[in-house]
């Protein structure tokens, strides 16, 4: 569900799901302090009892030891009770809540409940859950869907500038995979979007949503090859990320450059033009993300890349663009072309 106000009915959807009676929300302080009490008195308005559990607001919470303090917490918390729990946050939250529900006790229900523009419009959707090892970004997880996805386009008004940035270099990414509509309108409306007018904020969401939940549809493990085109500007975006110790970049600001280094390969392949890298470098540049790598030397972004989870063997697989809404997957790239398309951007 995708509408203003829309967690004024998470007490009477939950309820609905028959899922359980008592909720366990994980969430971050900021959060909690904008919209906690809100929501527990929503939920209990339909007679839903909930403990709120408090997470640091960084990808450093994405960690195996914070995972199994959140097992043992819920498992006291659950003794006598239907338990389920709900992801009040967001991604590194919904990565984290949904990973914690699709192992303990091999399963139980989950919402997710996405508080910024990213996990509304990507991160909420699609069911991939996990956590972060030194050696690389959501090498442990799994598949495991939530039962309610309730994304409210209220809670986006308190974003930063930053924080929204952020989730329109995922917004880039759909129009650039799969709708050239939605590109257009990015590319000729980034007054309203920054802004946050209603109005624009619903068609980019709704729009990223039913794009990536038609493709998950069809290939919801990556077991057909069509799930991987929503990992667009993530192979060397996630590279970016885990070079920087996920503290350099923010997880949209890494796509974005991401992004600009997929097109930088997909045009020395001779698959698009100079002119539809300018356009798109100029697009990320209206939303305030970076076109150039700063801080981070070339060999550590290489080295990091290899970690991606597209490789097959030793093979290294990209997703790349042919023109605004058609991308293809690559095999075996070689690495001075890669290496030199990173170079590009720093």
Request: with cysteine; proline share 2%.
């Amino acid at each position: 569900m995708i509408a203003d106000n829309a967690l004024a009915k998470a007490g009477k959807l939950i309820k609905d799901l028959k899922i359980g009676s008592d909720a366990y929300i994980i969430t971050n302080a900021t959060i909690n302090n904008l919209y906690g009490s809100n929501l527990q008195k929503i939920l209990a308005a339909s007679g839903i009892n909930s403990k709120i559990k408090l997470i640091p607001d960084s990808e450093k919470s994405k960690s195996l030891q914070l995972a199994y303090s959140l097992i043992k917490d819920i498992s006291q918390f659950a003794q006598k009770k239907k338990v389920f729990i709900i992801a009040f946050g967001g991604g590194v939250v919904g990565d984290l809540a949904g990973f914690v529900a699709s192992i303990y006790k091999r399963g139980i229900a989950y919402v997710q409940a996405p508080t910024t523009l990213l996990a509304q419009v990507d991160s909420s959707i699609g069911g991939k859950t996990g956590v972060d090892l030194n050696e690389g970004k959501n090498l442990v997880g799994a598949f495991y869907q939530p039962r309610l996805v309730l994304a409210d386009t209220k809670v986006l008004k308190s974003l930063n500038q930053k924080q929204l940035s952020s989730g329109l270099a995922e917004v880039i990414k759909y129009g650039l995979i799969s709708d050239k509509k939605l590109f257009n309108f990015l590319e000729s409306k980034p007054k309203d979007i920054l802004a946050k007018k209603q109005s624009a904020l619903e068609y980019i969401i709704a729009s990223s949503a039913n794009i990536k939940a038609k493709i998950v549809s069809a290939d919801e493990k990556e077991e057909h090859g069509l799930r991987v085109i929503l990992n667009f500007g993530h192979t060397i975006g996630h590279a970016i990320e885990t070079a920087g110790n996920y503290s350099k970049y923010t997880h949209g600001q890494a796509v974005a450059l991401g992004i600009l280094v997929a097109a930088e390969i997909s045009c020395s392949m001779g698959l698009i033009d100079s002119v539809l890298l300018e356009r798109i470098e100029s697009v990320i540049r209206k939303y305030n993300l970076p076109v150039k790598i700063k801080n981070l030397k070339l060999d550590r972004i290489i080295k990091a890349h290899y970690l991606d989870k597209k490789f097959i063997g030793a093979k290294n697989r990209f997703v790349l663009l042919q023109k605004i809404g058609k991308v293809k997957t690559t095999e075996n790239i070689p690495l001075e072309i890669i290496t030199c398309a990173v170079k590009n951007r720093i």
